[in-house]
Nanobody
Framework: QVQVVESGGGLVQAGGSLRLSCTAS????????MGWYRQAPGKQRELVAS???????NYEDFIKGRFTISMDNAKNTVYLQMNSLKPEDTAIYYC????????????????WGQGTQVTVSS
């Protein structure tokens, strides 16, 4: 069984910073990629940033230059450093992981975390 758990959300003033963390745990053989999505009230879930293990990060245009995604392979953890936060960044941030389980390393499965709330006040 695999768990994906986010942490680090909270309330911050506009212009401030937060660092989100997400750790995948359980019977994991390897992780192919991890990413961060967000969903604001009344809106669809959207990709924020993603990173392939051993590869370069990918960012959506609306956060370029403000957010940085990084991965610690040894800890099965991905981070999202968010700087210069804006009220429009307010959303639930979800972690997503494509990983291969110990019992079936030839197949990749997608897992979601429960989300962490980020609120940016003006």
């Amino acid at each position: 069984q695999v768990q994906v758990v986010e942490s680090g959300g909270g309330l911050v003033q506009a212009g401030g910073s937060l660092r989100l963390s997400c750790t995948a745990s359980g019977s994991i053989f390897s992780i192919d990629a991890m990413g961060w999505y967000r969903q604001a009230p009344g809106k669809q879930r959207e990709l924020v940033a993603s990173i392939i293990t051993g590869g370069s990060p990918n960012y959506e245009d609306f956060i370029k230059g403000r957010f940085t995604i990084s991965m610690d392979n040894a800890k099965n953890t991905v981070y999202l450093q968010m700087n210069s936060l804006k009220p429009e960044d307010t959303a639930i941030y979800y972690c997503n992981a494509d990983l291969r389980p110990l019992g079936n390393p030839s197949s990749s499965y997608n897992h979601w975390g429960q989300g962490t709330q980020v609120t940016v006040s003006s």
